[in-house]
């Protein structure tokens, strides 16, 4: 194109009828992110000098979900067609720029077809494909020759034109001083009483201007949202394109139509991933970690060859190195795990640190605790952290043994290489290297049970 800056329109505006939601569609997850994010982060990729969105039903929710993102915002109050929401926008476009006009609920966009149209179009370039059912789509009309004469919407298209397979995609590449002439020009005279913008396709035809088209063949990249069922069409599309990503880079995974991505997930060689597994957020797998079948992952760093067991939950936590999580285990926010430490089933870790080579592998629950290395921590401990208003810590120093069924009633320490018998409530720190016991002598009696009234 001539001009070197790109603006991009986010058509935005529509309700969504078929979502069946108070929720505007745009605002509807795709991988754990609104549609528009998607669209918007592709915006960002073709390097958008400005990023334009053109937003109505929902009003403000829809701006106030993207504070985080540099967007002008234009609002169409009521949504009386594409060619009213670009009207709406042209204020905005810069004079000498090209403007890509996106939609917001197609959210797997393909940049490379961006680029090819943007590079192919001077004064208006289309993103069409081909339909096998093309019915509901406005449809290209092309002379005998294949030059682009016009866009039809289906509602007003003739039998036969209602026989071309090949339609727009809503997409479009077009020089600003062109569209804003051309937007000034449309009217609603239509079976839709609408302002089509697809009507500026046959004007630029009418001033001898060359349309230029792209055509796709990746259907779901040009799909948009309408119901429940595109979406989780979609969805499956986009978390299928990824497993292969991963199996691509040496990922093993047990099944690549198994696993969901929400956000970022990034492997080391050699990484196994089991069935069913959820991860949110930034995720990092190094080099050897296996995760076992229906872990929920989000926002953590799991180290080399650490092995996380099925059914752990890990949440804004890291895993040091050739540590042993779960079978069931639970990993909160601020939990910091160094190297070889085992956690095992029913265990709830939460803003603690663990040092190296230390265990608690059945029933407890640590929070708020510094935990050294080489310390067993029995089944049934719990850190009593929280005292009903403010949260204390407990401190456990190296080699420690805790008995099971301990309670350490915070803030309490445990001193290095001390052992706490079975039962004990501490209350009071325990000294370094000696055994700790706070339960009651053990007593026997010769007692008579009780015998039931008659
Ligand atoms: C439009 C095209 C059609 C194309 C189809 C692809 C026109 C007239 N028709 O159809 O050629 O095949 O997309 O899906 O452009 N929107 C607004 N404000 C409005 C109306 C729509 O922001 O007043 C937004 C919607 O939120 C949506 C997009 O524009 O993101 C397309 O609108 P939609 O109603 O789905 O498409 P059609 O007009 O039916
Ligand atoms: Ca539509």
């Known amino acids: 194109m001539a001009a070197n800056k790109l603006n991009i329109v986010i058509l935005a505006a529509g309700k969504g009828t078929r979502m069946y939601s108070n929720t505007p569609k745009v605002l509807h997850k795709l991988a754990g992110q609104p549609l528009l994010q998607h669209v918007i982060n592709a915006a960002k990729q073709l390097k958008a000098d400005k990023i334009i969105v053109v937003y109505g039903f929902g009003g403000d929710a829809v701006p106030q979900a993207f504070t985080h993102e540099q967007i002008t915002w234009v609002e169409q109050k009521e949504q009386l067609g594409t060619g009213h929401a670009m009207l709406q926008a042209a204020p905005y476009l810069d004079g000498d720029a090209n403007t890509l006009i996106l939609l917001g609920d197609v959210p797997l966009i393909s940049i490379e ?9 001077q004064a208006l370039g289309l993103l069409t494909v081909n339909k096998a059912n093309p019915t509901g789509y406005g449809r290209i009309v092309r002379d005998a020759s294949g030059v682009v004469q016009a866009i039809v919407e289906h509602k007003d298209a003739s039998e036969a034109q209602r026989q071309i397979n090949e339609v727009n995609t809503g997409m479009m590449a077009v020089n600003n001083g062109h569209l804003k002439q051309w937007l000034s ?3 609603n005279q239509n079976a839709q009483g609408e302002y089509y913008l697809t009507d500026i396709v046959a004007m630029a035809v009418k001033q001898g201007l060359t349309v230029a088209s792209e055509i796709t063949n990746d259907e779901a990249s040009v799909e948009g949202v309408n119901s429940k069922p595109d979406l989780a069409a979609l969805e499956r599309v986009y978390q299928r394109r990824n497993a292969d990503k991963l199996l691509l880079a040496g990922v093993t995974l047990a099944d690549p139509a198994r696993i969901d991505v929400r956000g970022e ?13 959820i991860f949110e957020g930034k995720v990092t797998l190094a080099d050897g970690v296996s995760i076992g079948p229906y872990c929920v992952i989000r926002d953590a760093q799991i180290d080399q060859g650490a092995v996380i067991q ?8 890291k895993v040091g190195a050739k540590s042993i999580i779960g079978p069931y285990a639970r990993l909160r926010p601020g939990t910091d795990l160094s190297e070889e430490v085992h956690i095992g089933n029913f265990v709830e870790v939460k803003n603690s640190q663990i040092a190296s080579q230390s265990k608690a592998n059945h029933l407890a629950y640590i929070g708020d605790a510094t935990i050294g ?5 029995g089944a049934g401990t719990i850190t009593c952290n929280y005292d009903g208003v403010n949260k204390h810590r407990t401190v456990i120093e190296d080699e420690a043994f805790i008995g099971s069924d301990t309670q350490l009633v915070a803030p309490v320490t445990v001193g290095k290489g001390a052992t706490l ?17 706070t339960r009651a002598k053990q007593i026997s009696l010769n007692w008579q049970r009780p015998v039931k009234k008659k």
Do not use: E, R, W
Not at 373 to 377: A, E, I, M
């Open 373 to 377: 290395k080489k310390v067993n921590v």
């Open 185 to 187: 020009q449309l009217n």
């Open 265 to 277: 997930l990034i492997c080391g060689q050699d990484v196994k991933i089991d069935v069913g597994c």
């Open 113 to 121: 077809n961006c680029q090819q149209l943007i590079s192919k179009t």
């Open 421 to 437: 018998g079975a039962g004990t409530t501490l209350t009071k720190d325990a000294p370094p290297n000696q055994l700790t016991v």
């Open 310 to 317: 099925a059914y752990t939950h890990i949440d804004q936590a």
